[in-house]
């Protein structure tokens, strides 16, 4: 059974970083293409970046580019999501996911597994 599990999430100021990570388990993820997404209260969930494992191939938004950086863990099955300047407009729970196909669109995809979400709150 796939497991992921957020951690990293917390309250921080305007300006600050925050590095999110995502521990899966219950499978080998050689194939498969692991995301990260948000959802702020009242608002749907959000892209926010993803991985393909078996070539680290990333991709992001055009609008958190730059601030945002989707990479592979040093632990084994782990993938971080390294968020700067944060603003207060990032605040949301940030959930990890993963996808069973390698192939497509990193984004426009279907996620088959989900964590419970870590919460980012960025004060002003």
């Known amino acids: 059974q796939v497991q992921l599990v957020e951690s990293g999430g917390g309250l921080v100021q305007a300006g600050d970083s925050l590095r999110l990570s995502c521990a899966a388990s219950?499978?080998?993820?050689?194939?498969?293409?692991m995301g990260w997404f948000r959802q702020a209260p009242g608002k749907e969930r959000e892209f926010v970046a993803a991985?393909?494992?078996?070539?680290?191939?990333?991709h992001s938004p055009d609008s958190l580019q730059g601030r945002f950086t989707i990479s592979r863990g040093n632990a084994k099955n782990t993938i971080n999501l390294q968020m700067n300047s944060l603003r207060p407009e990032d605040s949301a729970v940030y959930y990890c996911?993963?996808?069973?196909?390698?192939?497509?669109?990193?984004?426009?995809?279907?996620?088959?597994?989900w964590g419970q979400g870590t919460q980012v709150i960025v004060s002003s």
């Open positions: 991985l393909r494992w078996s070539d680290g191939h990333t």
């Open positions: 996911a993963a996808s069973k196909s390698p192939f497509g669109n990193l984004e426009f995809r279907v996620y088959d597994y």
């Open positions: 219950g499978r080998t993820f050689n194939s498969y293409v």
